[in-house]
Each structure stands twice: as C-alpha cells, then as structure tokens.
C-alpha cells in the first residue's frame, strides 16, 4: 500500500498523518458522488490536445534564457527560445509552459515555425491582465498552435488564492478566448477536495501534479513503485473526473543524490512509467521538465525549506545537453 504526502515535503509526521486523513475523507466524500463532466461537447482545441495526448507527446516548458535572481528577471531570449525548442522538437510535439510574460509569450510563434502541434499556455498570476491579454493575443496569431491554457499552477496549494478565484479566472479567460481548452493545475491531492469542483466544472480538461518522489517511501522503494503511483492516482482522478487528464508534472530530479536523486534514477523512473502508463487521448502525462533551472534553487515555496532539487529536474541541463534519460524516450516517428 503505498503512502500519500503531498507536492512537497510536509514539516513534520503530525503534518503528514493531517494530510493522510484528509486526503482519505476526501476520497470517501467523493466516492459515491457521480464524476464530474466538461459542459457540452469537446472543442477543436480539447481535440487537438487529446490527439497530442494519444499519438505524440507533452513537455513542460521554460525558456533556459528565462532567469530570475533576486527578483530580477532575464526576459526570455528568440533565438535561444529557438535552439530549446529545436532540441525537443525530435521527441515532443506538445509544450506546456508556466508564464506568458517576459518574452515567454512569444514561445507559440517559435513552436509553430518548427512544426509543433500543440502549446498549452501557462498563467502564473491569475489576476494579471497583461499575461491574460497575451494568451488571447498569441491564440488569435497561432490559432492552430494554441490550443489551452493552465490558469495558474499550484496556486491554491500555495496559498496565493481560492478555488473560487481561479474559477472567476477562468470565467475571464473563456469569454475572452472561447475556443481555448481552459484548466488550472494543482497537486492530485488538492483537486480531490470537495472545494476543487468549482475548477473541475469550469474546465475542459484536468491538468494535475502528481510526485511520487515527494512520498515518504521513494527514496528507497523500487522506480516500479513509483510508477505505480502515478498511475493508480490518475485512475483515482478518472474515477471522478470523465474528461480528458493530463498529468502535467512527474519525474524525478538528478540531483542532489543525498536525496536519492540521480541520473539514472531518473531515466529508470520513466522507463517504468512508459511500462505501465500508457497514454490515451483520455490520460496521459507529460515530461518534467524540458531544462534544468540553476536559479529555481532561489524560487519561492510554498512550504519553507531548502529544495536544492528544484534545479535539477531537467531531461537535459541548463546548457542543453542531454541526460541518460534522453535515450528512454523515443524519437517521435516523422509526419507523412
């Protein structure tokens, strides 16, 4: 049996029983009731997302020349946006990114030139008017590219707004840009509370988080159950939710090795994951992340402490070059 924490890591064991129990009265709560439905039939946009999701392939996405330190942002750069993207373009033909904002807007443009199918467009503040002005923006340019957008992530679990909010967000974002998938993404745990139905309803699909390397056994527990969990939870989710689930973040990160990350722990993860996750136009889960980002171990957390792993959670580095775990993932077989 195995266990349930968290996103991240809980302070203490009082902590993590709390949140054991919740999560159980949770699912009991939810277990008799009927699953929850997108409104009306599936959009042009919600089809091309399940195509991506059956045939090809999802990777979360951040520019490398995409920086903050110290509160000061490097604003994403074109031709660097154009090497990332070259690089992943053999493996993936989905990006999902976390910000439209800091040159990060133009990632759509760049993904069309070079054949991509499908860009999920990640709003990091939901109350921000410019990074929902852009998302209209780059769908009206790239209509055939841009096919949803996340409306915030982890943003409940962070304590940065409510589940009400999110869906008046969404609300925002759909009369702006109706033919949009719209979605926002938390922790597995969290989208199982009773208050989630709110954004379940509101969505077209369900974007969720799910690590197991954040569960109290992963450290020494085979990659296998690993996997495993990733896939019973996302069966869970279906169980109350009968639209399209993409699990939007898992993985593990390569360092620190103190922590059990490694390399080749790594690729051994997605390896397992590839065995018994199968993707369907029904779920799916895509890579996390594309890049290693150095200057994450600085980022804020929704749970103080130090996450050092938080740089490392890349397929390839900082500089591009590829992990072991490259060679685990197919190359995606060319367009007729």
């Known amino acids: 049996m195995l266990s349930f924490q968290s996103r991240r890591p809980q302070a203490d064991g009082f902590a993590f029983c709390a949140a054991v129990l919740f999560f159980c009265a949770s699912k009991i709560s939810l277990a008799g009731a009927a699953p929850v ?90 109350t921000n008017v410019d990074e929902r002005a852009n998302v209209v923006a780059a769908a009206k340019r790239q209509p055939n590219v841009v096919v949803g957008a996340s409306v915030g992530n982890e943003v409940v679990y962070g304590k940065r707004a409510s589940f009400d909010d999110i869906a008046i967000a969404m609300g925002r974002l759909r009369r702006a840009a109706p033919q949009l998938a719209i979605a926002t993404t938390e922790p597995f745990h969290v989208l199982m509370q009773p208050q989630a139905m709110p954004v379940l309803q509101a969505g077209d699909i369900v974007l969720a988080n799910i690590h197991p390397v954040f569960e109290p056994w992963f450290k020494t527990a085979p990659d296998a159950n690993g996997a495993e969990f990733v896939t019973n939870v996302t069966a869970d989710l279906a169980r109350m939710y009968c639209g399209p689930i993409l699990v939007k973040e898992t993985g593990v990160p390569t360092a620190p090795a103190r922590k059990g990350f490694t390399p080749q722990r790594q690729a051994s993860f997605y390896r397992a994951l590839q065995k018994q996750f199968v993707p369907t136009a029904r779920r799916a889960f895509a890579y996390f992340s594309a890049f290693d980002a150095p200057w994450r171990v600085y980022d804020a957390h929704p749970i103080p402490g130090d996450y050092p792993e938080e740089a490392h959670w890349g397929l390839y580095d900082e500089k591009r070059n590829p992990k072991p775990v490259v060679d685990v993932i197919p190359l995606l077989a060319p367009k007729r």
């Open 37 to 126: 439905c997108p409104a009306g039939e599936p959009s042009a946009s919600v089809q091309r997302i399940v195509d991506v999701m059956a045939t090809g392939r999802f990777v979360g996405y951040s520019p490398t020349s995409l920086q903050v330190y110290n509160g000061q942002t490097t604003p994403a750069d074109d031709a660097s946006m154009v090497e990332d993207l070259k690089v992943l373009r053999t493996r993936f033909d989905g990006l999902i990114t976390y910000s439209v904002l800091n040159g990060a807007e133009r990632i759509p443009d760049i993904a069309a030139s070079l054949g991509y199918r499908a860009v999920i467009m990640g709003i990091y503040d939901i």
